[in-house]
């Protein structure tokens, strides 16, 4: 029998299925561990398959065979010269080390796919940076280490720290996954889903229009290398995604600086005269994704060409929106920021207005004009959605949805508002209802207030009743309940109210059948956590009150009076005789009394009172013991 035949008859120990995103290296490696042999390097050559990171196409048919897969789940995840998406690309593959996430390796302990991409630098899923060197011993995290969350100096990885990404190093690591972005940071069109060579072209970018922190461009148009750690990719893709802020007043100023410093060439057309960044933009990535980029372009030979923009520059005329009175649908597509099938939505139910030149011809003849597509962006500035208008106000959603009810939010029709808006949620009302409460909470920052509630806690969990709660909201809107402070952060969630009006306005004292566990919090001067485990240890009886809105924890005023005549709260005892807890712990210990405490949540240590009177007894009648011993042996 030859040896491939051998090979092939093996029965492996504990087969394999690759994970989703998981790299070819990674599963090998991980395949190998499962299986016994030690190492990825190992099983390749016990295999006879080359063991470099960037494996030659030609072997993953023979390698699929020896391990019993499909070839199709291998080709799905191994590097290759055409990738169909970016993260695959063989050329910009890492071939010592890659760059990792630690909390995805605490989630899940396997090498993903991007991690190997030169061209990242953050978790798309945590927003953080991504780590190429380990913390403990300062190499590179290898390939070759003993497990995907062990450095090979046994530092656990998981365990290491990473700072935050910035939204367009997260963008554009997603971006090189073939997913969409969350984000709107890196300017694209991409209807069509995200194109193969988002890398190569951002890259490209960087090379062209982006400069190093000297003001100098990086290098030669077409010379730049690859980055060879992340530091090094956060280094040259800064300046881009600096460059596509503000979009796209600091792309147009650069290209503008470009356009002034080149020299004057006997060439007047525009290819010849702006030379690698015109074939760049225009000749080399003709892809709609970057349509965006190659619209800011041509508005800025529009505005700055001294020449005569004929028939060889036809398509800068066509892309070129400066100065231009109509746009086509897709043209005002890019400016908008939104589909062209919204667009014509729009168009369709009458709220965009739009002139159609040829009817027969359907959408590609429709045009807006320039005060249209100001109207509409007018429009989306006057809206936010629900979730902006909660950031804004800087309030958890419950409190959110008593605001709704209670008409802080004005909403406009949707059937009246064009489809080019993120939600429907008014902004300008909203800022002045926001503007004139900070003013009062200004006005009124100097009155003598016992104690006072922010905004954001005025919830369910203060009462139960929800009439009396947007009751509550209405008047603070129109001016009865007046905000006396503010938070050091300004915010509408943090402006503080007096907790006396607010009591009076609520009757969050009692509630029918009892009082919630935050009234109890309250009473007692107690932390809600520290209540709750009270409760949950059975010492404080409470039950459920299915009457009332979420069914809320009710502890009975009787079962309160019991509670605190057999148990004081030791914080209370603590602050009444100026010490800490601790020591008061410590004292009470000495006397042979052990507070009681949750172990889960570590607040509310109680101290049964009986025993302390006890202990107390105990140490009188220890201490008259002594002294009559004394007297009686007097001379």
């Given at each position: 029998?030859?040896r491939?035949?051998?090979?092939?008859?093996?029965?492996?120990?504990?087969?394999?299925?690759?994970?989703?995103?998981?790299?070819?290296?990674?599963?090998?490696?991980?395949?190998?561990?499962?299986?016994?042999?030690?190492?990825?390097?190992?099983?390749?050559?016990?295999?006879?398959?080359?063991?470099?990171?960037?494996?030659?196409?030609v072997?993953?048919?023979k390698?699929?065979?020896?391990l019993?897969?499909?070839?199709?789940?291998?080709?799905?995840?191994?590097?290759?010269?055409?990738?169909?998406?970016?993260?695959?690309?063989?050329?910009?593959?890492?071939?010592?080390?890659?760059?990792?996430?630690?909390?995805?390796?605490?989630?899940?302990?396997?090498?993903?796919?991007?991690?190997?991409?030169?061209?990242?630098?953050?978790?798309?899923?945590?927003?953080t940076?991504?780590?190429?060197?380990?913390?403990?011993?300062?190499?590179g995290?290898?390939?070759?280490?003993?497990?995907?969350?062990?450095?090979?100096?046994?530092?656990?990885?998981?365990?290491q720290?990473?700072?935050?990404?910035?939204?367009?190093?997260?963008?554009?690591?997603?971006?090189l996954?073939?997913?969409?972005?969350?984000?709107?940071?890196?300017?694209?069109?991409?209807?069509?889903?995200?194109?193969?060579?988002?890398?190569?072209?951002?890259?490209?970018?960087?090379?062209h229009f982006?400069?190093?922190?000297?003001g100098?461009?990086?290098?030669?148009a077409?010379?730049?290398?690859?980055?060879?750690?992340?530091?090094?990719?956060?280094?040259?893709?800064?300046?881009?995604f600096?460059?596509?802020?503000d979009?796209?007043?600091?792309?147009?100023?650069r290209?503008?600086q470009?356009m002034?410093?080149?020299?004057t060439?006997?060439a007047?057309?525009?290819?010849a005269?702006?030379?690698r960044?015109?074939?760049?933009?225009?000749?080399?990535?003709?892809?709609?994704?970057?349509?965006?980029?190659?619209?800011?372009?041509a508005?800025r030979?529009?505005?700055?060409?001294?020449?005569?923009?004929?028939?060889?520059?036809?398509s800068?005329?066509?892309i070129?929106?400066?100065?231009?009175?109509?746009?086509?649908?897709?043209?005002?597509?890019?400016?908008?920021?939104?589909s062209?099938?919204?667009?014509?939505?729009?168009?369709?139910?009458?709220v965009?207005?739009?002139?159609?030149?040829?009817?027969?011809?359907?959408?590609?003849?429709?045009?807006?004009?320039r005060?249209?597509?100001?109207?509409?962006?007018q429009?989306?500035?006057?809206?936010?959605n629900?979730?902006?208008?909660?950031?804004i106000?800087?309030?958890?959603?419950?409190?959110?949805?008593?605001?709704?009810?209670?008409?802080?939010?004005?909403?406009?029709?949707?059937?009246d508002?064009?489809?080019?808006?993120?939600?429907?949620v008014?902004h300008?009302?909203?800022?002045r209802?926001?503007?004139?409460?900070?003013?009062?909470?200004?006005?009124?920052?100097d009155?003598?207030i016992?104690?006072?509630?922010?905004?954001?806690?005025?919830?369910?969990?203060?009462?139960?009743?929800?009439?009396?709660?947007?009751?509550?909201?209405?008047?603070?809107?129109?001016?009865?309940?007046?905000?006396?402070?503010h938070?050091?952060?300004?915010?509408?969630?943090?402006?503080?109210?007096?907790?006396?009006?607010?009591?009076?306005?609520?009757?969050?004292?009692?509630?029918?059948?009892?009082?919630?566990?935050?009234?109890?919090s309250?009473?007692?001067g107690?932390?809600?956590?520290?209540?709750?485990?009270?409760?949950?240890?059975?010492?404080?009886?409470?039950s459920?009150?299915?009457?009332?809105?979420?069914?809320?924890?009710?502890?009975?005023?009787r079962?309160?009076?019991?509670f605190?005549?057999?148990y004081?709260?030791?914080?209370?005892?603590?602050?009444?005789?100026?010490?800490?807890?601790?020591?008061?712990?410590s004292?009470?210990?000495?006397?042979g009394?052990?507070?009681?405490?949750?172990?889960?949540?570590?607040?509310?240590?109680?101290?049964?009172?009986s025993?302390?009177?006890?202990?107390?007894?105990?140490?009188?009648?220890?201490?008259g013991?002594?002294?009559?011993?004394g007297?009686?042996n007097?001379?």
């Amino acid at each position: 029998m030859t040896r491939r035949n051998a090979l092939k008859a093996i029965r492996w120990l504990r087969p394999l299925t690759p994970h989703p995103d998981e790299s070819l290296a990674g599963f090998l490696g991980r395949w190998a561990r499962e299986n016994e042999f030690g190492s990825r390097t190992n099983l390749l050559n016990t295999l006879g398959i080359s063991r470099a990171i960037r494996l030659p196409a030609v072997e993953l048919p023979k390698l699929a065979s020896l391990l019993g897969l499909d070839v199709t789940a291998l080709e799905s995840m191994a590097p290759t010269t055409d990738p169909t998406r970016t993260v695959l690309r063989k050329s910009h593959t890492r071939p010592d080390t890659e760059a990792v996430c630690p909390q995805c390796l605490s989630e899940a302990s396997y090498s993903r796919q991007l991690w190997s991409h030169c061209h990242s630098t953050a978790c798309p899923e945590h927003a953080t940076r991504l780590r190429d060197h380990c913390q403990q011993c300062g190499d590179g995290i290898r390939h070759t280490r003993p497990l995907p969350h062990l450095c090979n100096c046994g530092a656990d990885l998981r365990a290491q720290t990473s700072e935050p990404a910035s939204q367009a190093e997260v963008d554009f690591s997603a971006l090189l996954m073939g997913e969409q972005p969350k984000g709107t940071s890196i300017p694209l069109f991409l209807d069509a889903g995200v194109p193969a060579e988002i890398d190569l072209y951002i890259w490209g970018l960087a090379n062209h229009f982006a400069c190093a922190s000297d003001g100098k461009p990086f290098a030669k148009a077409g010379k730049l290398p690859l980055p060879k750690s992340v530091a090094q990719a956060v280094d040259r893709l800064g300046p881009l995604f600096e460059l596509l802020e503000d979009w796209p007043h600091r792309f147009d100023a650069r290209l503008k600086q470009i356009m002034e410093a080149a020299p004057t060439a006997a060439a007047t057309g525009v290819a010849a005269k702006h030379g690698r960044w015109y074939f760049f933009l225009f000749r080399t990535y003709p892809q709609d994704a970057f349509h965006p980029v190659r619209v800011a372009a041509a508005n800025r030979i529009t505005a700055s060409h001294d020449g005569l923009l004929n028939a060889r520059t036809h398509s800068i005329q066509n892309i070129a929106t400066v100065q231009k009175r109509w746009f086509s649908v897709k043209e005002a597509s890019v400016e908008l920021r939104v589909s062209t099938e919204r667009i014509n939505e729009g168009i369709d139910r009458y709220v965009i207005s739009a002139s159609v030149h040829d009817e027969a011809m359907s959408y590609r003849q429709r045009f807006l004009s320039r005060e249209e597509i100001q109207r509409l962006k007018q429009l989306q500035f006057e809206h936010v959605n629900d979730t902006d208008a909660r950031a804004i106000l800087n309030v958890p959603k419950s409190v959110y949805n008593l605001m709704c009810e209670a008409g802080w939010i004005t909403r406009s029709d949707p059937n009246d508002t064009a489809p080019v808006v993120s939600g429907y949620v008014q902004h300008v009302p909203l800022l002045r209802l926001i503007e004139r409460l900070r003013k009062l909470a200004q006005e009124n920052k100097d009155r003598k207030i016992v104690a006072s509630i922010p905004l954001r806690e005025l919830s369910f969990r203060r009462t139960t009743n929800m009439p009396r709660l947007i009751g509550l909201f209405r008047a603070i809107a129109a001016g009865e309940l007046t905000p006396v402070d503010h938070d050091e952060h300004l915010s509408i969630g943090g402006l503080m109210f007096a907790q006396d009006e607010v009591d009076q306005r609520i009757a969050s004292w009692f509630v029918e059948r009892g009082l919630t566990l935050q009234q109890v919090s309250a009473m007692m001067g107690a932390h809600y956590d520290a209540v709750k485990s009270w409760v949950d240890m059975g010492f404080l009886p409470a039950s459920r009150e299915p009457m009332e809105q979420g069914a809320p924890w009710v502890v009975d005023v009787r079962d309160m009076v019991t509670f605190l005549q057999t148990y004081s709260p030791l914080a209370w005892q603590a602050k009444s005789c100026s010490s800490s807890t601790r020591g008061l712990t410590s004292r009470l210990e000495s006397l042979g009394v052990t507070p009681i405490a949750s172990e889960d949540v570590g607040r509310g240590q109680l101290v049964k009172l009986s025993d302390v009177f006890t202990a107390l007894k105990a140490v009188h009648q220890s201490r008259g013991s002594y002294s009559g011993q004394g007297v009686t042996n007097t001379p």
